[in-house]
């Protein structure tokens, strides 16, 4: 299945998407796709109501980002080995963990905002993973693969210098407003052939940046998965980034950075794909 969210920021509706220009309706299943939906097993309370139909036609409402606002937003960082490369950084021996706030999640189609004081607004076009049920001390890698909702596009938009050089966590640079666009749907794992061999891009002002794939992960969404439920526990429906593929501004010569008007559109294969607008600080 593929779960959308449509409306206005903070009124969507969840839905199912059928294809292209329709889809279902489910909100007289559950009210949103959030921690309780997810909690509750509701993805599988779902088919009896696709299967009963009442297709309905797009009519150019907003995307939402495909889930609501999670309990929180884990990060893996350098989780490309090629990505690694490009930055001249060791590749780590397990995976390195950040945290962005909650409320930077947007819809995959709305602005995405330079704060105020940024000279280094990048890009990253990353897969997401939404847990689906309370998870700890998970026992094996294998058992990972229960504990996962679904899959989707992110783009972990990130201030360089906010990161690296205003000391502390790499969360300064990446809690900006905005700063995580997702969607546009949730694929549920029965969609994917192989989650670990998806072709990535991301273009800037129809340039392509970023070309990669989840071949070169370092560790898969079963591996970070059942690692971090030996630090913490995960809720239902709280969101993963996995980390980017090569071509971020960062590591171009010279390096590039996002400037008002710029666009940035960027996909997964079977995911589907995103298109930002940048726009400058309040």
Known sequence: MYLMRIGAPGAEKPVVRVDDTHYIDVSDVTPDFDERFFGSGGVALLADRVSRGDVREFAGERVGAP???????????????????????????????????????????????????????????????????????????????????????????????????????????????????????????????????????????????????????????????HHLSQFMVLEPGDLINTGTPPGVGMGHTPQIWLQPADVMELGIDGLGSQRQNVVGPR
């Open 67 to 225: 889930i609501a606002r999670p309990h929180q937003i884990l990060c893996i960082g350098l989780n490309y080995s090629d990505h690694a490369a490009e930055t001249g950084q060791t590749v780590p021996a397990e995976p390195i963990l950040f945290t962005k706030s909650p409320n930077t999640l947007v819809g995959p189609y709305d602005d995405v905002r330079i704060p105020r004081g940024s000279a280094e607004t990048d890009w990253e076009v990353e897969l997401g993973i939404v847990i689906g049920r309370r998870t700890s001390y998970l026992d094996s890698v294998e058992e990972a693969k229960d504990a996962i909702a679904g899959y989707c596009v992110v783009n972990d938009v990130s201030e360089r210098a906010f990161q690296m050089e205003r000391g502390g966590q790499w969360s300064k640079g990446k809690s900006a407003e905005t700063f995580n666009p997702a969607g546009p749907w949730l694929v549920t794992p029965d969609e994917i052939a192989d989650v670990t061999d998806l072709d990535m891009w991301l273009d800037v002002n129809g340039t392509r940046r970023q070309t990669g794939s989840t071949k070169t992960m370092i560790f898969d969404p079963y591996v970070i998965v």
